[in-house]
């Protein structure tokens, strides 16, 4: 037993490369999750949050209040109109808008309940947590207080219609100081709250939970591609290909169009799957629903190749794929909300396919958006120029190195 | 049909073929044969087209190697040594596949298979998985899958390595067959009786050149040899072999414990040969006259044995 146990451990050192991959993967996954997990929960941790912001009252405390919540380093302001604002939000371009809506100052100055309004994408519900809790107690402190002190010394004239003028500016002083220290304990109430979904039917979670994972186990399967060519290697027949007349770039397009059609076919079940099992409304945009299913096949697809261009052995390919598809699955949003991440990373999330991918479903089916939409053709576009890019650096890898892979 | 001339291949620091010519004619069975690192690899795979040489020029079949290789392409079959099939696909899909790569029409492709597999004795098997098949059956359908496309030129890499006899006569008539078609073939091999047997002119390569090449009568008359004498000893330290090198000279090779002695005269030096070890006190166990066959031929001019 220790015999075979020595000498396994010997094959497996003698491939340097496959050993490397061994150690050094794991470490830039948890450099992955450190740097997106580890910061959260310190004290100063400052990530900005996004926030439109619509001022549909344009008075003096409105704009006083659009100051003060601009001048918070935990917010990221863009001012836009209401419309403007449930549009962005609409398409998944803004997480939530804070509306001033008309009659903000003179609610204030008459103690009654503020005109504020959250409108937020449903699909966000995580990152509206967050959000609420910065807003509430900053609104609180700029304006809960000052209307609550007004809502007081309105009652009190309102009960006390006959007292006399000086009394009663002594009464509104007295109340006054009460206010003045500030604080007082976050009023949620004072800040309604309202969810924008356009397809109630339809779970965010659900489409999520479907896209993200498809999109990830689509990446492990179609790394195989590389396990096929080098398959071929070892049994000679990739040789054999290159004395036909075929050439090297038929054999491996031959090869990427065998892997676009069983991943179209996964993605098809996958989603069939998750109509029959969990009622995700497939049905409402099936033309969109292929459209994508293609746009990210081809995606894919153009991933395994480019793997398949250049790996030598096998325990090369096991070792890469894991390194790269849970990289990009986790930065592109399929293992976990973006929205953790530090802004860096989510910039890097624009170069996974997961992330394109995960956006483009979101569309159909959570934003309900037109397959001639802009933003869905602008996800669909990327998923179809990051496959043609890897499926081009793939032709080139395989020409350059093709009688080392023979 | 072949003309190669002035090949030079390098890999790294190791040159592979040091300027190779040869011409090969139609109909011809032409032997290549050399050691282990000879450069008959190199020399296929560049005539294959797979690999680019460095220098030289090749035309097959009319067609330039470096601007024309689609044509030279379909002007060649490739039987390579290692059998490379579909193990999970029949011998029908697997021919059917290969075939297909070079255009031949799907109707006379299928009749073409029929044909091949009844030559090749396999048309009973014909959709079994090829992983059910004996390596002999397997080489079998290797062979097949480079004919059906018609090629002019047929490259044999050691075709009948580790194979049943059944299975190697069986190829013998095929090449035979294909040969009287009139098929231009480039064979190597180990085996020496296969390359006396077929091939018309042979090319004995060491050392990334040819060194020899002509009909099997040209190259046995290499140098005047007809006979030589191997005597085989009990023991053989190095400082005896050193002196008998010596006190023989050139026309004497010694590989492992025995001793070849080269000469036109084998009645005359035979005796002179034994009293020579004797003086030298070489414990000699066994003396044996063979005649000049072509690895005798090739011992001489490589200093190796074939099988080496």
């Not at chain 1, 993967?25 to 740097?35: A, G, M, Y």
């Not at chain 2, 044969?33 to 680019?52: D, E, Q, Y």
């Not at chain 2, 047929?154 to 008539?173: A, H, K, Y």
Request: overall charge neutral; proline content about 3%.
């Amino acid at each position: 037993m220790i015999k075979i146990a020595i000498k396994d451990l010997k094959l497996f050192m003698a491939e340097k490369r496959s050993m490397i991959l061994t150690f050094i993967v794991p470490i830039p996954l948890i450099t992955l999750f450190s740097l997106a997990f580890g910061g959260m929960g310190k004290s100063n941790d400052v990530r900005k949050l996004p926030l439109v912001l619509c001022d549909e009252d344009h008075t003096s405390a409105s704009r006083h209040l659009v100051a003060q919540l601009d001048s918070l380093s935990a917010l990221k302001l863009y001012i836009t109109s209401t419309d403007t604002a449930n549009s962005l939000i609409g398409k998944g371009k803004e997480d939530a808008a804070l509306v001033l809506h008309k009659g903000f100052k003179d609610s204030l100055e008459q103690g009654r309940n503020l005109p504020l309004e959250l409108r937020y994408d449903q699909a966000k519900e995580i990152q509206m947590g967050m959000l609420m809790s910065v807003l509430s107690g900053n609104l609180m402190r700029f304006v809960g207080t000052h209307s609550l002190e007004r809502k007081a010394i309105v009652r009190f004239d309102r009960q006390n219609p006959g007292m006399d003028s000086a009394m009663k500016a002594g009464v509104h002083q007295m109340i006054s100081s009460n206010f003045s220290g500030g604080g007082g304990s976050p009023n949620e109430a004072m800040l309604k709250a309202t969810p924008l979904a356009a397809q109630p039917e339809n779970s965010p979670g659900l489409v999520q939970a479907v896209a993200g994972t498809a999109v990830m186990m689509l990446l492990f399967s179609v790394a195989g591609l590389g396990a096929s060519l080098l398959q071929e290697k070892e049994e000679g027949t990739l040789r054999k290909l290159l004395f036909s007349p075929l050439g090297a770039t038929n054999i491996l397009f031959g090869k990427m169009l065998s892997a676009n059609i069983i991943a179209m076919v996964q993605l098809a079940i996958m989603f069939t799957f998750s109509w029959l099992a969990f009622g995700l409304n497939i049905k409402q945009n099936i033309p969109g629903l292929l459209i994508m299913i293609v746009a990210t096949a081809f995606a894919c697809s153009g991933f395994g190749i480019f793997l398949a261009s250049f790996v030598k052995t096998r325990a090369q390919v096991q070792g890469l794929t894991t390194l790269i598809v849970l990289t990009m699955s986790a930065i592109g949003g399929s293992m976990m909300p973006s929205f953790v991440m530090p802004l860096w990373m989510q910039k890097m999330a624009l170069f996974s396919v997961n992330y394109w991918s995960i956006q483009g479903f979101y569309d159909l089916y959570w934003r309900v958006l037109p397959i001639t939409d802009p933003v869905f053709l602008s996800r669909v576009g990327m998923l179809f120029a990051i496959g043609l890019v890897l499926n081009i650096a793939a032709v080139r890898m395989f020409k350059k190195n093709i009688l080392n892979i023979a | 049909m072949i003309h190669v001339h002035n090949l030079v291949k390098s890999y790294g620091d190791v040159q592979a073929l040091k300027g190779v010519s040869f011409d090969i004619q139609e109909g011809e069975f032409f032997g290549l044969l050399g050691p282990n690192g000879a450069g008959k690899t190199t020399t296929i795979s560049i005539l294959s087209t797979i690999v680019k040489p460095d220098a030289g020029s090749v035309r097959i079949a009319g067609h330039d190697l470096t601007t024309d290789q689609e044509g030279c392409k379909r002007s060649i079959g490739v039987v390579t040594q290692e059998i490379a099939l579909y193990n999970k696909l029949s011998a029908w899909d697997n021919l059917l596949f290969w075939g297909s790569l070079y255009n031949v029409p799907t109707a006379e492709l299928k009749e073409r298979i029929t044909e091949t597999l009844t030559l090749f004795g396999l048309a009973d098997r014909k959709n079994d998985a090829i992983e059910t098949y004996s390596g002999g059956m397997k080489r079998r359908i290797n062979i097949a899958s480079a004919l059906l496309h018609r090629p002019k030129i047929l490259f044999m890499d050691e075709p009948t390595v580790g194979i049943d006899p059944q299975s190697r006569n069986l190829i013998f008539e095929v090449l035979e067959k294909l040969h009287k078609e009139g098929m231009t073939i480039v064979y190597t091999t180990h085996y020496m009786e296969e390359a006396e047997r077929f091939c018309d002119r042979i090319g004995i390569m060491d050392k990334g050149q040819i060194i020899a090449q002509g009909t099997l009568a040209e190259l046995k008359n290499t140098g005047g040899i007809r006979e030589s004498i191997a005597v085989t000893f009990n023991t053989l330290p190095e400082v005896l072999a050193g002196k008998l090198i010596e006190v023989l000279g050139e026309a004497c090779k010694i590989t492992g414990q025995t001793l070849h002695y080269y000469t036109a005269n084998i009645q005359a030096d035979l005796s002179k040969l034994i009293l020579r070890c004797g003086e030298l006190g070489a414990d000699i166990a066994q003396i044996e006259i063979q005649k000049v066959n072509l690895e005798t031929v090739f011992l001489s001019l490589t200093g190796k044995q074939l099988r080496d």
